[in-house]
T-cell receptor, first 116, second 113 residues
Framework: DAGVIQSPRHEVTEMGQEVTLRCKPI?????LFWYRQTMMRGLELLIY????????DSGMPEDRFSAKMPNASFSTLKIQPSEPRDSAVYFC??????????????FGPGTRLTVL | AQSVTQLDSHVSVSEGTPVLLRCNYS??????LFWYVQHPNKGLQLLLK??????LVKGINGFEAEFKKSETSFHLTKPSAHMSDAAEYFC???????????FGGGTRVLVKP
């Protein structure tokens, strides 16, 4: 199994530009999560999908952020326009359904975003 | 609501000595608890998971954690630290059958030769 795949691994862009981060979850997993990690705020859940449907987007910072999951094997997180304070590492994670208990989330390697 | 407090932001140990990372949680529900490790410039890897079965949970790389409900703690231990254990460790809580994880602030482990 290839694990969760994220691209790009590193992104450097200028303020005001659009940024698109991509994620391919583990095959067979039906839940997908986007997190952001910064020194100041640690790890924060931005949004999560279940069966391709957004369930909770309360962590999305503002309207500049949007996420989509057009099918079970692909999701995007878009920032438009980007700002320097968006600089962070963005992680994608996926999990599979269980009959009881909390699903274990498997994380991708992350995308390090730098907005100049 | 649920929360996690990792009591030490940094821990320094010598190679071959025990490691103790402390975690206290607060949850209105019967929680599931996890420890994840993050090596520099890498993603998060699951070390171990507690989900109301045995209170002593064994994980990968010789780590284990003990769930103590009376103390609302889930401390992570390893009897003998290895240089490769240098990383950041996150204690995580989730309500049972829920999907939202709440992360602690992390504990950065330094292993001295």
């Amino acid at each position: 199994d290839a694990g969760v795949i994220q691209s790009p691994r590193h992104e450097v862009t200028e303020m005001g530009q659009e940024v698109t981060l991509r994620c391919k979850p583990i095959s067979g997993h039906n839940s997908l999560f986007w997190y952001r990690q910064t020194m100041m705020r640690g790890l924060e859940l931005l949004i999560y999908f279940n069966n391709n449907v957004p369930i909770d987007d309360s962590g999305m910072p503002e309207d500049r952020f949007s996420a989509k999951m057009p099918n079970a094997s692909f999701s995007t997180l878009k920032i438009q326009p980007s700002e320097p304070r968006d600089s962070a590492v963005y992680f994608c994670a996926s999990s599979s359904p269980r009959t009881r208990g909390t699903d274990t989330q498997y994380f991708g390697p992350g995308t390090r975003l730098t907005v100049l | 609501a649920q929360s996690v407090t990792q009591l030490d932001s940094h821990v320094s140990v010598s190679e071959g000595t025990p490691v103790l990372l402390r975690c206290n949680y607060s949850s209105s529900y019967s929680p599931s608890l996890f420890w994840y490790v993050q090596h520099p410039n890498k993603g998060l890897q699951l070390l171990l998971k507690y989900t109301s079965a045995a209170t002593l949970v064994k994980g990968i790389n010789g780590f284990e954690a003990e769930f103590k409900k009376s103390e609302t703690s889930f401390h992570l231990t390893k009897p003998s630290a290895h240089m490769s254990d240098a990383a950041e460790y996150f204690c995580v809580v989730s309500k049972a059958a829920g999907n939202k994880l709440t992360f602690g602030g992390g504990t950065r482990v330094l292993v001295k030769p």
